[in-house]
């Protein structure tokens, strides 16, 4: 019973201090299917101020809104003139100051269905 516990107490230190690696996103097309997109930076990370976000689809897609929130703060949207489609797509983000930040995104296929999600970071 103690190394089981030992065990548990173990990994779930490891999972707690883990970054997730994927955001929640929500699919608006037809495809129907909920997808993982694993973004950088991951939903829940904490570091230096990220220079650039990315996300990769399943699908090709093309990023067609970014807005990065500070907490307490005005969103503030990137521009994403010249942003190029694929199954992972970036942009250069501004500079970030050290506190918490959401950055919500959407995309969009070829087929014209949409994805939305939000990345929960805090920048050091």
Do not use: C
Request: no cysteine; glycine share 10%.
């Amino acid at each position: 019973m103690r190394k089981a516990l030992l065990v548990l107490a173990v990994v779930l230190t490891l999972a707690s201090q883990a970054p997730l690696a994927f955001a929640q996103a929500h699919d608006h097309g037809s495809h129907g299917e909920a997808s993982a997109v694993q973004t950088t930076p991951a939903d829940g990370a904490m570091g230096a101020a990220p220079e650039r976000f990315s996300a990769t689809f399943q699908h090709a897609m093309r990023l067609t809104s970014l807005v990065i929130t500070p907490r307490g703060g005005d969103p503030l949207s990137v521009d994403l003139a010249g942003a190029t489609g694929g199954t992972t797509v970036s942009a250069i983000l501004p500079r970030l100051t050290p506190g918490n930040y959401t950055i919500a995104w959407t995309a969009s296929g070829a087929d014209n269905h949409t994805m939305t999600g939000r990345v929960r970071y805090m920048v050091h």
